[in-house]
């Protein structure tokens, strides 16, 4: 159903909904869109899924909701992930300081950090430490080649405890619970590689793999 605002320079309306569906034929082939409009408790969503002909509904799923009560007295963690294509410019070892400061982030997880291990990382860490006192930086360089490197940026009220897990050949991870006063997560940083010749990667592999990671 598509929403059509109205909004005036004085004050905004209720949403107006459109109760025919147009189409290139013309006014007079407008058809009408059912719709119900009421106070009643809406239907499982389950129930509102529209299947096209051919799909096997067996390959879904039904996932449970909890309905959770507000609680004004829960920690709320703020957590986002950027695939940076290097942090080691100085401009986005600024922009990623700018931006933990800027939305007061808990977590922030980090793709290809193009790290290498090596001493030319030291310079960038310092400067991290520095500008982001309250934070720790954990990550996993890529020893061998260029781009690559996974990481995560943790304010030092969250606990964190890295799991032991394998490590690929088509991905490279960082699978870790942060936990805080409240709650704990599990979380696994992921970069897959673009396959190509030069690496002889597949999205079987991946596949593979990556059930693998989900049964440790």
Partial sequence: MTASYLATERHNTIPAFKTTRTCRGGRHKKRKIASRVGKKKCPDIWTLIIVAPGVNTNNLIKIPINNIENNSQAQHVRFAVWNARSIKAKSKSTMLCE????????????????????????QLLADLNRTLPNDVFHHTPRLCGRAGGVAVLVRKGLHITFNDTCAFDSFEHMDFNFSSASASVRLIIIYRPPPNKKNNLTPSMFMDDFSSLWRQ
């Fill in 99 to 122: 931006f933990v400061i800027d939305n007061q982030l808990d977590v922030l997880a980090i793709t290809e950090t193009w790290l290498t291990g090596g001493d030319r990382d030291n």
